[in-house]
């Protein structure tokens, strides 16, 4: 039985799968579905590291490992501020 | 071959290029757009298009490639996440200096950056981080408070490390992180090398952590592409590419003797100075 953070990583396997079938669907616009399957794609592809650090944050936080949460945190606040400015400034 | 022909064959002749640079980038611990998007430049792309193709490709390439990482343990969140930081401050102040400074200085002097971190991991022998028989790797890995850690070699003795000068590369790592800002990569060629070469951090955990890393500048970048409209279905080859490429480079960079994957990064620093000292 994988332990816990295992099993995620078992999810994100079984979803790089699901996204080159999804890819696939982009390529091909099959049944006109292409547009909205890139959507999903970008959803999936802009917020993983998210996921990653999420995880690693918890993992910290459990550790009590103050110094990494509060690196992890700043990590994900710069990383956040930086696509909705860059958003906001060319978008 | 008449130009129908030639559009037609563009997208898979993106698919081989995204899947043969993504594996490499798993490998050698390039983000992979800094080879990839010069190609799709000379196959007459332009840079507003090959420029989210790139980046769709590094992060494609990370997703696949992150997970078998860190089960098999070469990649460090911790280190990421430090490095990252300073990373991302840096790329803030070379997106801002991008518009009144003139890149091309700095891309020649990275590019021949490229080269001599190219021929200082070319040329080194031996190997700094020796493995220790019969330690338990689940007492030495993901040791809280410290930049400490260790991986599996080819031969399943466990290698730990610890990073030295953190300072120094705090320090550089901020420079990739501007030259990423100002040219729109991800800096993973100038990352591994500060990690393995500065830092003295196993060039496979090196190049593995970085991927995660260009794996977040690449997310940001593509959440502004997305913002732009730029994304279309023409990226679609580079994502399939992407993580095919990813997946494959991931399962052979734990087979690789650390000595290959040192090599084979040398091979790709030196192609990528040529390309940014030429290309710049």
Redesign the interface.
């Given at each position: 039985m994988p332990s816990p953070p295992?099993r995620h990583?078992r999810i994100?396997?079984v979803l790089?799968l699901v996204?080159?079938v999804a890819?696939?669907v982009?390529?091909s616009?099959a049944q006109g579905w292409?547009?909205a399957t890139?959507t999903g794609?970008?959803v999936?592809?802009?917020?993983?590291?998210a996921l990653?650090?999420g995880m690693?944050l918890a993992?910290?936080w459990r550790?009590?490992?103050w110094?990494?949460v509060g690196?992890?945190t700043?990590?994900f606040v710069?990383?956040t501020a930086?696509?909705a400015i860059?958003?906001l400034l060319?978008? | 071959m008449d130009a129908l022909a030639v559009s037609q064959a563009a997208p898979w002749i993106l698919l081989g290029l995204a899947t043969f640079t993504a594996m490499l980038g798993a490998i050698g611990g390039i983000g992979g757009a800094v080879l990839l998007v010069p190609a799709l430049l000379v196959m007459g792309w332009s840079p507003l298009e090959a420029a989210p193709a790139g980046m769709a490709m590094v992060a494609a390439g990370a997703f696949a490639a992150v997970p078998a990482q860190a089960r098999n343990r070469t990649s460090n969140l911790r280190l990421a996440a430090v490095l990252e930081t300073s990373a991302s401050i840096g790329a803030a102040a070379g997106a801002v200096l991008s518009v009144t400074i003139a890149p091309t200085a700095l891309m020649r002097l990275l590019g021949v950056a490229a080269m001599v971190a190219a021929l200082a991991g070319g040329t080194r022998t031996g190997q700094r981080n020796l493995p220790v028989e019969g330690a338990d790797i689940n007492l030495l890995r993901e040791q809280p408070g410290l930049l400490a850690s260790a991986y599996i070699d080819p031969q399943g003795r466990v290698v730990p490390y610890r990073a030295t000068r953190v300072p120094a590369g705090l320090g550089l790592t901020w420079v990739a992180g501007v030259v990423a800002g100002m040219t729109g990569t991800s800096g993973g060629y100038l990352k591994t090398p500060i990690m393995s070469e500065v830092m003295h951090i196993p060039v496979k955990v090196a190049a593995a952590t970085t991927v995660f890393m260009a794996g977040i500048t690449a997310s940001v970048a593509l959440a502004v592409y997305a913002g732009q409209g730029r994304l279309t279905s023409a990226v679609a080859p580079a994502i399939i590419g992407g993580l095919v490429g990813g997946r494959l480079g991931a399962l052979l960079q734990p087979r690789l003797p650390a000595g290959t994957v040192r090599q084979l990064l040398s091979v790709l620093l030196m192609i990528i100075g040529i390309v940014v000292v030429v290309t710049a």
């Amino acid at each position: 039985m994988p332990s816990p953070p295992l099993r995620h990583i078992r999810i994100a396997d079984v979803l790089a799968l699901v996204l080159i079938v999804a890819a696939t669907v982009v390529w091909s616009d099959a049944q006109g579905w292409g547009a909205a399957t890139l959507t999903g794609v970008t959803v999936v592809l802009v917020t993983w590291p998210a996921l990653f650090i999420g995880m690693a944050l918890a993992r910290w936080w459990r550790q009590r490992d103050w110094r990494y949460v509060g690196i992890g945190t700043t990590l994900f606040v710069i990383a956040t501020a930086s696509a909705a400015i860059g958003i906001l400034l060319t978008g | 071959m008449d130009a129908l022909a030639v559009s037609q064959a563009a997208p898979w002749i993106l698919l081989g290029l995204a899947t043969f640079t993504a594996m490499l980038g798993a490998i050698g611990g390039i983000g992979g757009a800094v080879l990839l998007v010069p190609a799709l430049l000379v196959m007459g792309w332009s840079p507003l298009e090959a420029a989210p193709a790139g980046m769709a490709m590094v992060a494609a390439g990370a997703f696949a490639a992150v997970p078998a990482q860190a089960r098999n343990r070469t990649s460090n969140l911790r280190l990421a996440a430090v490095l990252e930081t300073s990373a991302s401050i840096g790329a803030a102040a070379g997106a801002v200096l991008s518009v009144t400074i003139a890149p091309t200085a700095l891309m020649r002097l990275l590019g021949v950056a490229a080269m001599v971190a190219a021929l200082a991991g070319g040329t080194r022998t031996g190997q700094r981080n020796l493995p220790v028989e019969g330690a338990d790797i689940n007492l030495l890995r993901e040791q809280p408070g410290l930049l400490a850690s260790a991986y599996i070699d080819p031969q399943g003795r466990v290698v730990p490390y610890r990073a030295t000068r953190v300072p120094a590369g705090l320090g550089l790592t901020w420079v990739a992180g501007v030259v990423a800002g100002m040219t729109g990569t991800s800096g993973g060629y100038l990352k591994t090398p500060i990690m393995s070469e500065v830092m003295h951090i196993p060039v496979k955990v090196a190049a593995a952590t970085t991927v995660f890393m260009a794996g977040i500048t690449a997310s940001v970048a593509l959440a502004v592409y997305a913002g732009q409209g730029r994304l279309t279905s023409a990226v679609a080859p580079a994502i399939i590419g992407g993580l095919v490429g990813g997946r494959l480079g991931a399962l052979l960079q734990p087979r690789l003797p650390a000595g290959t994957v040192r090599q084979l990064l040398s091979v790709l620093l030196m192609i990528i100075g040529i390309v940014v000292v030429v290309t710049a």
